[in-house]
C-alpha cells in the first residue's frame, strides 16, 4: 500500500506541473483554448480522483498500523505473563 500511495502521490505531482505547462501554454498561445480546456479538465478529473485514492490508503495504512500496534502490545503482554 505504501509503494501505491507513492506512486500515486508522484503522479498528482506530475498532474500539477504538467497543468502548469499547459496553462503557460495557452497563455503564450501555443495551446489551443480547446485543447487547454480538454487537458485541464482530463488532469483535474485524475487528480481528484487521486486525491481520493490517496486519502484512503492513507486511512488504510493508519487502521493497519493500529492493528499491528494492537497485536505487538498483545504478544508483549503475553510475554509478560509467561515469565
Given at each position: 500500500m ?21 496553462y ?11 485543447r ?6 482530463t ?5 481528484k480522483?487521486?486525491?481520493t485514492e ?14 499491528n500496534e494492537?497485536?505487538?502490545?498483545f504478544?508483549q ?7
Amino acid at each position: 500500500m505504501r509503494e501505491q500511495l507513492e506512486r500515486k502521490d508522484k503522479r498528482i505531482a506530475e498532474l500539477k506541473r504538467l497543468f502548469m505547462k499547459i496553462y503557460e501554454d495557452n497563455a503564450a498561445g501555443r495551446l489551443s483554448d480547446d485543447r487547454y480546456e480538454m487537458l485541464s479538465a482530463t488532469y483535474e478529473t485524475e487528480q481528484k480522483q487521486l486525491e481520493t485514492e490517496v486519502m484512503q490508503l492513507r486511512e488504510e495504512i493508519d487502521v493497519q498500523e493500529k492493528q499491528n500496534e494492537f497485536v505487538e502490545q498483545f504478544i508483549q503482554r503475553l510475554k509478560d505473563h509467561a515469565v
